[in-house]
């Protein structure tokens, strides 16, 4: 059985922590970049992509600092993943570091980055950043 692999990418966002809280903690502001619609019951977040539904469990939720989920296939699997976002604001040039923690099958790891860079893309779109 192949594994998977954790990772983490690091944006720097001229915006701020409101704007990015607004669009990374709540389904609303999840649903104008990251997929067309999210509907949460009780800890199980439904993402959807175009009738596509893939589930996940919020593992930890601090707005304003971090929001983490487990897709709901690889617990079932038994894999230790998540997929998530934390960020801070650097003192110094005011600026926001957003940290996309991810996970892919072995081998499909380049494939994965790509996809997270093209999501920040359009949330960077989205807030202007």
Not at 26 to 33: K, R, V
Not at 41 to 52: M, P, T, V
Not at 65 to 78: F, T
Request: hydrophobic share 40%.
């Amino acid at each position: 059985m192949a594994g998977k692999i954790n990772f983490e990418l690091e944006f720097i966002l001229q915006t701020s922590p409101k704007v990015l809280n607004n669009a990374l903690f709540t389904p609303s502001g999840l649903a104008d970049w990251f997929c067309d619609d999210v509907n949460v019951k009780e800890d199980i977040y439904s993402f959807d992509w175009d009738g596509y539904i893939e589930e996940a469990r919020l593992l930890s939720n601090k707005p304003g600092h971090h929001i983490r989920w487990q897709w709901i296939e690889d617990e079932e699997e038994g894999y230790d993943t998540h997929f998530g976002f934390k960020f801070q604001t650097d003192p110094l040039t005011n600026a926001v570091i957003l940290t996309v923690s991810g996970s892919a099958d072995e081998g499909e790891e380049n494939e994965a980055k790509a996809l997270w860079e093209q999501h920040i893309n359009d949330l960077k779109r989205l807030i202007g950043a």
